[in-house]
């Protein structure tokens, strides 16, 4: 598991310098994908970075036409962070090598064992967001004290 971690970090970091990101920004732009639009309060707890970060990084993601602003209906005091980047060719043209791949592999797996592997995976992510919960808890306090 630490070396698919470090594997998919590294995937990562790769993704955001071949796109001209840097490496929180595409960290966000993942977070966006997986969670649909939030507010920057939301984003900038999901990230851990300090709400002028994330002000300056919505900024630029925006200014590439990643993300959009909205308003957020129930409070006018609140903006919602749009992801908009997911039709964006160079996202696809990136992520296509990497989807196929994927597919040949997934494609080596019987219905049952992949079944299996999903559940491994989903109760994986779920341990690991509790721990990331515990540690920038631990730091928060460490900070704070």
């Known amino acids: 598991m630490r070396g698919l971690g470090t594997r998919t970090i590294l995937y990562q970091q790769n ?3 071949s ?10 732009v993942d977070l966006l994908y997986e969670k649909g639009p939030i507010t920057a309060g939301e984003l900038s707890k999901l990230t851990g970075l300090a709400t002028g970060s ?4 919505v900024d630029r993601l925006e200014k590439i036409g990643y993300v ?16 908009e980047y997911e039709s964006k060719e ?9 989807n196929n791949s994927m597919m040949n592999l997934i494609s080596s797996y019987t219905a049952d064992e ?6 491994f995976l989903g109760k994986a992510c779920t341990v690991l967001d509790e721990q990331i919960h515990d540690l920038s808890t631990k730091t ?4 704070n004290s």
């Open 114 to 119: 992949l079944e299996l592997i999903t559940q």
């Open 19 to 28: 796109l001209g990101l840097y490496n929180n920004d595409f960290i966000s």
């Open 90 to 98: 160079e996202i696809q043209n990136t992520y296509e090598p990497l």
């Open 68 to 83: 959009r602003r909205q308003n957020d209906p129930t409070d006018r005091r609140r903006v919602i962070i749009v992801p």
């Open 54 to 57: 994330i002000t300056a990084l």
């Open 140 to 143: 928060r306090n460490k900070s």
């Open 15 to 17: 993704v955001a310098a």
